[in-house]
């Protein structure tokens, strides 16, 4: 662990050698230029949505053989120096790319890039660092990202480009969310979110 001045001690600075050497109950973090940042703990009603995203598509997606569905704590390295990881809540790994997944079956990490990452906003989201996240994803090579909304009860999709991500825009109610990731998906967010509404008593939340 490379600790080299009091304010980088206070900081918890790691680098690559440090960050293999973790502690193994410190599970839910990111690494931002070497610096271990915990992340919050997330609401029930953030990780129910999440949850209820898994449970729609990974069926799917390993009935057609598509590919595999994580969810998180599981770190994606976004490069070793300055060392900078991600924790994405939700990824999709294809067969297509990963045609033999027990490579991966070992691995405490991951520095490939997922096919698709979905990531569920929070109330302590503020734009820069969604912002920040979304360069990580494109320098790491991330092909697709989608933010949803939990409030607004939608779900942008961003594309990669040469230089940025494209929005194909916010899909909301019926609205199947148009992946290029997941062409044969027909997820409607209205079905997403009505797990709120049924969790409520059919009141939303």
Known sequence: ???????????????????????????????????????????????????????????????KRLGEMLIAPYDVVVRRDPLRTRQPDL??????????FSSLLQQARTEQPPDLVIEVLSPSD?????????????ALGVPEVWLVDVDKRAIEVQVREASDYRSLGWFSGEQAVASQVLAGLELKPAEVFAVLDELEGGQSV
Request: proline fraction near 6%; aromatic fraction near 12%; charged fraction near 25%.
């Open 1 to 63: 662990m490379a600790m080299t001045t009091a304010a980088q001690a206070a900081r918890w600075v790691v680098d690559w050698e440090g960050y293999l050497n973790l502690p193994d109950d410190l599970t839910h973090y990111e690494i931002i230029d070497g610096e271990v940042k915990p992340l919050a703990s997330p609401t029930f009603r953030y990780q129910i949505v999440a949850q209820q995203i898994l449970l729609t598509i990974a069926p799917v997606a390993r009935a």
């Open 91 to 100: 990824m999709f790994f294809s067969r297509q790319r990963f045609s033999d």
């Open 126 to 138: 503020r734009p820069a660092e969604w912002e920040e996240k979304l360069q990580d994803y494109h």
